[in-house]
Structure formats: structure tokens, C-alpha cells
């Protein structure tokens, strides 16, 4: 792989063949098919099957006539091209032979794979084009096809070379939109140089095409031509399946170059979890039918109140997310915005120290320390107020006036204090309480919890919320009910990145639907907030934390492949999802992870592995992992961590309780019928909902890093 080439396996390459219609088309000999980024041509010599397959009745000259017709290919690498012809060859090479065997003299010629820049080559200049104007080198070089398809190159503008990136610049000036994506470029040039009228596309693309800012001209753009089927590959990555080297999160794009007629349908299709699953698609018409649904056009890219494209919704959501989407925004009762940006050249922090608190030294929370009705105290660093302009953006610390006139003056209700202390025109909308939310900038779902501006601050890693309606609590409830995440997966979900992860950004709160609550609902969701909070403060102890203990005072260690235990057979590797469900290292796998005759040495290894700071586990790392050498101290340590996970279950199960009560009271204020909010429950149980929208950040949570305390020197922040 390089500059954001990488390879594509086969079962993305057939599916889309297949979904394209380049595997059933009849007329598929007078056809032509391009791969504008070809590299070793990997979907032109899978390509060649369905070819040769129409044309069983011709003689082998022509069957090799008929792939050097149909088929092009076009990059910018000459060793590519030089691969590709290799590739072609080798595909071919049993016809080849039967030809020669046929006719000695018989020779093949070059495939149609040329060396050049498909984004620069015939594509004309701004200033060039013009109503009916086709520029000559544009219709004797560039003979538009039947089919476009590829895995173009995934690379930001800001990494393409400078000088290539003036020409692009210029080229495709109606597509800037921030830090652009080459295949923006590819997407864009298909549609309006490459494909014939009624032309097909099947394209793999960086799944910022879908949700990011930098796409937004191109979905514009995009949206006027029939586009037919969205696939999101992020679950394939997650498992570890496709793309294994890269940090990029992919998705299919379907379409034709027809304009858009309303009504049209796109088909959605959801819930591909391996490799097996795209070819399970195209043979299994019962296993497509339920992992897809034909979702009128016009509504579903006006579902998104950003202008996204809701790449993981069904036809069931569509009414509920409509629903939902006219109903109040949090907007309406919230500002949000990020947290302390420090900068290179911040002065302000130093390592955590207790002593040092006070009233112009706070502790420093960013986002790992947040979850769901919780902040923990436990920082890595303190903020001094003093030193606050050499940060970047101090976000609202820049002035806590309000809150010092206010101090200790909490909202005890829910309802909001109207008698807070304001300056002028800022009590118009000014804050309804003292205490603020915090959610972390980067999660699976959306997690919130609640903290005084006087005894914390708040790192960008986190969002800053301030309530200008209800209570901080009240606020952080309707934040982590299961309606906010359900909307928020399905419709706000944006900067995707590895492990299922995305970026909440400001104005994903803005658009969160907000319910209009009676006094009486408001106080109740203060209530359960409050209590869901003192018990996560009990509860912020994981059971990793009472592993990590009780190793302390273990006198002998080994290492676990010398007690036996290594990976199951046919596992290299595998990943901190997969050790436990969310936060109860009690309950079975569904698959088998370890070889090990002990069962308490398979249960030390996985908490042991969910102790450490890393998200991925090699074979080398099972064996080498410490564990007791002596078996009655695995023994009772295993029993030590059975027992306070038994224990901390109980707590579990009454947070989780509350969590039901406050979705029952928030899908009331949003007027969801029971039906309506039975159908959430259940989408957010299906896969992948089941592993973000189901798995928000709690005090318990394993995977909640307890990373070692660790600040920087001035100037050492961003230095590499």
C-alpha cells in the first residue's frame, strides 16, 4: 500500500461486479468496462469470468478479442499498468495456449491499460467547459463506458504533492469543501467524463464520503443522479476482515448516470459483518432481502439534519427518525461547544497533584474520564487558571464570573433556577444551573455526565454542555437515553475512525431531538439521574482495578503459554471487543478464544488482557502475558474476581433499570407511542447498533483506560 492505494479483496470486488449488473448483464460483450485506478487490475481479471461465460461459444482468439474490447483499466503508476497486464495475461493464459495450439502464428495484443492520471487526463479546465461544449481532446481520448468501477486511492488533499494539487485544485474547484479526498475527484469525474448515459457505478470509498463536512459538495453533486445502493465495510474493518492495514473506514457506492427521478428508490444495505456475508448477498436472496431495504430517495438523504447520508438505517427507522427529527432540538435548551484546546504552546497544566488544588488550579478531565452519569475525579493533569491564555481556546473558563456569583447554587429540582445571577442580555438565554455537561468528544454512542466549572475543567478530547432549560442531570438523562444514541448513530454519526468510534462534534448535540417535559417528568429524570450517579461513583471501580490489585501482592508470576494457555486454533490475533460483552468478564464468548484446561487461568487471562492499554492481542502476547505461577493463587484470585463482579452486577443492573425508566419518560416527551418505542429497543439490540448505540461508557467499564498520569514540558505536546 501507498498514498492510499491498498488492495481489494475478491469478495468486495464480485459483489460489486455483481450489484453493478456487470455479472448478469445479457449484452454484456458490447459493453465496456473501466477501472480508472486499476492498480494490478483486480477487478478487470475477476471481471473476465462473466465475460468469457457469454462468449463459451467463441473460438479462443476471440475470446481473448472480446476481453481486450471490453475492458480498461488506467492508472497513474506505470509498474501497475505493467502488473495489470501481467494479471490479465495470467487469467488468460489456459485460452492463450488453446489459440497458439490452434493457430501457431496466432498473437495476442496489448490490453487496453494505459499509464496515465484518470483525473487529469481529457478532464477540461473550468474555464473550458461551457454549455454543449466538449472539448476535442476529451472526445477523442476519453471513450465514455458502460460500467465504472474501482477502489480509487483514499488521500486528503493536504497529502497530496503541492504541485499536483494546484492542477486538482483547479480541476475540481466546485468540489472544495475543507480537506477534499481524491476519491471525491474519482466519484465526481465518473459521473461527469467516464460513463455513458444510463452508465453504472460500483465504487469503493472512504466512508467520509457518506458523513464528513469535506464531502459535502460532492454528496450535493451526487444527489441530483440516481444513486441505487449504500454499503457501509466499517463492521468487515472492525472484524478485521478487509483493509487490515488501513486506518481508513471504507464503503460501496452504487449508482447510474441518469438524473434523479422522483420517486426512486435507494437500496440500503446493513448489517455485513465478514467476508463470507458479501457473497452470502448475492447467492442468497432470503439473507438480501433481510439486510437491505428500499428507501425512497428524497426521504432518505433528507433524513439528516446535516445533510448526510444515513448509511445504517432500515425502512423501519424512516418514519421514527422523521418523527423524531420535527420535534424540538437540543439547541432549543443546551449549548454546546468543545472543551480547553491547550495548543503547542499552552503553559497551563502540570502533572495531577491533590495538594495542589484549589480555587485557580483545577483537575483536568478529558474524555476517557467520562461516561454515562459519571466524571471521574481521577485526572491526569491540572489546569491552572492563571496560565489560561497561553491555551489556544479556553472555552468557557475564559470567563467563570457567572459561576462565582452562583456558587453552590444547584438546580435541586430538574426544573431549571430562573433566579440565577446574569449579566444584562445574557440571562435571555442564560444557564437554567451551575453544573454543566461532559461527553467525550470521541465513543462508540453518546455518554454524558455533569461537573461544576469551579471544581473542573474540561479537555477538547470532551464536550462542554451547558444547560439553559432543565438541570445539568436532567440534561445529561435525556443526553443518555437510548433515544438520543439511536439518533445520533443513525443520522449524526461523523469523522468515523477504527474501532467503531466516531466524533461528536458540536452540532451533533445541537440537532439531538429534545423532548418537552411536564414538571413533574423533569423532576422524576433529575432524580434517577442523581441516583444513577451516586451509584457509578460506588461502581467506578472495574474489575480489572481489583485484578490489577490483588496482582500487586502475587510473590510469583509466569508467563501464560508455560501454564498452557495459547489462542484458538485459527486465531492470530485478536481484539479487546472480543474478550468480554460490555464490562462483565462473567459471561460466555459466543466463540471460543483460548485453549486452556483451567478455566479460572481462560478467566484471568481476559480481565488481565482488558487491565493493559491496548486494543489489539497477538499470539506472542497471550504467552507472554503474566499470570500467577502458583495454582491456588489463580485460583483465589479468579474467585476474587468472580465475587466482586457479582457484587458489582447488582449496581449494573439498577443503573441499567434507571436508564429504562428514563428512556420511558424521554419517548413520552417526544411522543413516541409504545410501538414506536418498542421498535428502538429492538433496532438498537440488531447489529451494529448492538455494539455502539448498546454499549455507552459506564464507571464499571473495563475498557475505561486508567491511562498512567502523564503531562508535557512546553512545546513537548505535538512534538514528534
Known amino acids: 500500500m501507498s498514498l492510499g492505494e491498498y488492495y481489494t479483496p475478491d469478495e468486495v470486488v464480485d459483489f460489486i461486479l455483481a450489484q453493478t449488473g456487470i455479472c448478469g448483464d445479457p449484452a454484456i460483450m458490447q459493453k465496456r468496462i473501466l477501472d480508472p485506478s486499476c492498480g494490478s487490475f483486480t477487478f478487470g481479471v475477476r471481471a473476465i469470468q462473466p465475460l468469457l461465460k457469454a462468449g463459451a461459444h467463441l473460438s479462443p482468439q476471440n475470446k481473448i478479442d472480446l476481453v481486450r474490447t471490453c475492458l480498461r483499466g488506467q492508472d497513474i503508476n506505470p509498474f501497475s499498468v505493467f502488473?495489470?497486464?501481467?494479471?490479465?495475461?495470467?487469467?488468460?493464459?489456459?485460452?492463450?495456449?488453446?489459440?497458439?495450439r490452434l493457430d501457431p502464428s496466432f498473437e495476442i495484443q496489448p490490453f487496453s491499460v494505459k499509464n496515465r492520471n484518470s483525473l487529469t487526463y481529457g478532464v477540461p479546465a473550468p474555464d473550458e467547459e461551457g454549455p454543449g461544449q466538449e472539448p476535442e481532446d476529451l472526445a477523442e481520448e476519453i471513450e465514455r463506458v458502460d460500467y465504472v468501477v474501482g477502489n480509487p486511492p483514499f488521500v486528503r488533499n493536504e497529502r497530496i504533492p503541492t504541485g499536483d494539487r494546484a492542477v486538482l485544485d483547479k480541476l475540481y474547484a466546485g468540489l472544495q469543501a475543507g480537506n477534499t479526498d481524491l476519491a471525491s475527484y474519482f466519484l465526481y469525474a465518473a459521473f461527469n467524463y467516464w460513463m455513458k448515459a444510463g452508465g453504472s457505478l460500483g465504487m469503493v470509498a472512504p466512508l467520509s464520503v457518506a458523513?464528513?463536512?469535506?464531502?459535502?459538495?460532492?454528496?450535493?453533486?451526487l444527489n441530483?443522479?440516481?444513486?441505487?445502493?449504500?454499503?457501509?465495510?466499517?463492521?468487515?474493518?472492525?472484524?478485521?476482515?478487509?483493509?487490515?492495514?488501513?486506518?481508513?473506514v471504507p464503503m460501496l457506492i452504487f449508482g447510474r448516470a441518469t438524473p434523479a427521478v422522483t420517486p426512486h428508490q435507494i437500496q440500503v444495505i446493513t448489517g455485513l459483518e465478514r467476508r463470507q456475508d458479501l457473497e452470502r448477498f448475492n447467492a442468497d436472496a432470503t439473507y438480501a432481502a433481510a439486510h437491505s431495504s428500499a428507501i425512497d430517495f428524497h426521504k432518505w438523504y433528507s433524513l439528516s439534519p446535516t445533510g448526510d447520508w444515513p448509511v445504517e438505517i432500515t425502512a423501519t427507522d424512516v418514519p421514527i427518525l422523521e418523527k423524531l427529527k420535527s420535534r424540538d432540538e437540543l439547541s432549543s435548551a443546551g449549548r454546546p461547544s468543545y472543551g480547553i484546546k491547550l495548543g503547542a504552546n499552552a503553559h497551563a497544566t502540570s502533572p495531577y497533584n491533590q495538594a495542589e488544588i484549589d480555587d485557580e488550579t483545577l483537575p483536568l478531565i478529558k474524555g476517557q474520564n467520562i461516561c454515562s452519569f459519571h466524571c471521574d475525579p481521577e485526572t491526569q493533569e491540572l489546569l491552572h487558571l492563571d496560565r489560561l491564555a497561553t491555551a489556544s481556546d479556553p472555552s468557557l473558563w475564559a470567563d467563570l464570573e457567572f459561576y462565582r456569583k452562583n456558587e453552590g447554587r444547584y438546580d435541586e429540582d430538574g426544573l431549571g433556577r430562573k433566579d440565577l445571577k446574569h449579566d444584562g442580555l445574557r440571562a435571555m438565554n442564560g444557564p437554567t444551573d451551575v453544573r454543566c455537561c461532559a461527553i467525550p468528544g470521541v465513543y462508540r454512542t453518546i455518554s454524558a455526565g455533569w461537573f461544576s466549572p469551579l471544581e473542573y475543567a474540561v479537555h477538547d478530547s470532551a464536550r462542554v454542555l451547558v444547560p439553559t432549560r432543565f438541570s445539568g442531570p436532567v440534561t445529561a438523562a435525556i443526553l443518555n437515553s437510548r433515544m438520543s444514541r439511536y439518533y445520533a448513530f443513525l443520522l449524526l454519526r461523523s469523522a468515523v475512525i477504527q474501532r467503531a468510534h466516531c466524533t461528536f462534534y458540536p452540532r451533533t448535540f445541537d440537532h439531538l431531538p429534545f423532548p418537552r417535559l411536564s414538571a413533574r417528568q423533569a423532576r422524576k429524570l433529575h432524580r434517577l439521574a442523581l441516583e444513577a450517579s451516586e451509584l457509578s461513583g460506588r461502581a467506578a471501580m472495574a474489575v480489572t482495578d481489583i485484578y490489577l490489585e490483588s496482582m500487586e501482592k502475587v510473590e510469583s508470576l509466569t508467563k501464560a503459554g508455560f501454564l498452557g494457555l495459547r489462542l484458538a486454533e485459527g486465531l492470530e490475533e485478536i481484539d479487546r471487543e472480543e474478550l468480554a460483552p460490555p464490562g462483565d468478564p462473567q459471561i460466555p464468548l459466543d466463540f471460543k478464544l483460548f485453549v486452556a484446561e483451567d478455566?479460572?487461568?481462560?478467566?484471568?487471562?481476559?480481565?488481565?488482557?482488558?487491565?493493559?492499554?491496548?486494543?489489539?492481542?497477538?499470539?506472542?502476547?497471550?504467552?507472554?502475558?503474566?499470570l500467577p505461577a502458583a495454582a491456588p493463587a489463580r485460583k483465589q484470585l479468579a474467585e476474587k474476581v468472580r465475587n466482586y463482579a457479582a457484587d458489582l452486577k447488582k449496581t449494573q443492573d439498577r443503573v441499567l433499570a434507571i436508564m429504562e425508566e428514563i428512556d420511558e419518560i424521554v419517548a413520552e416527551g417526544l411522543s413516541l407511542s409504545s410501538a414506536e418505542h418498542g421498535t428502538i429497543r429492538k433496532r438498537c439490540h440488531e447489529f451494529p447498533l448492538s455494539i455502539t448505540v448498546e454499549r455507552p461508557r459506564f464507571a464499571w467499564n473495563p475498557e475505561r483506560k486508567r491511562q498512567a498520569r502523564r503531562t508535557y514540558l512546553p512545546g513537548e505536546r505535538f512534538r514528534t
Open 83 to 100: 502488473l495489470s497486464h501481467l494479471s490479465i495475461l495470467f487469467g488468460l493464459l489456459d485460452i492463450y495456449l488453446e489459440a497458439k
Open 211 to 221: 458523513n464528513a463536512r469535506m464531502a459535502s459538495e460532492l454528496r450535493r453533486f
Open 224 to 248: 441530483v443522479y440516481e444513486l441505487t445502493a449504500v454499503v457501509s465495510l466499517e463492521w468487515l474493518r472492525l472484524r478485521k476482515e478487509i483493509f487490515k492495514s488501513v486506518d481508513i
Open 599 to 626: 478455566p479460572d487461568l481462560e478467566l484471568l487471562a481476559r480481565v488481565a488482557l482488558l487491565a493493559t492499554d491496548d486494543d489489539e492481542f497477538t499470539a506472542q502476547d497471550i504467552e507472554d502475558l503474566p
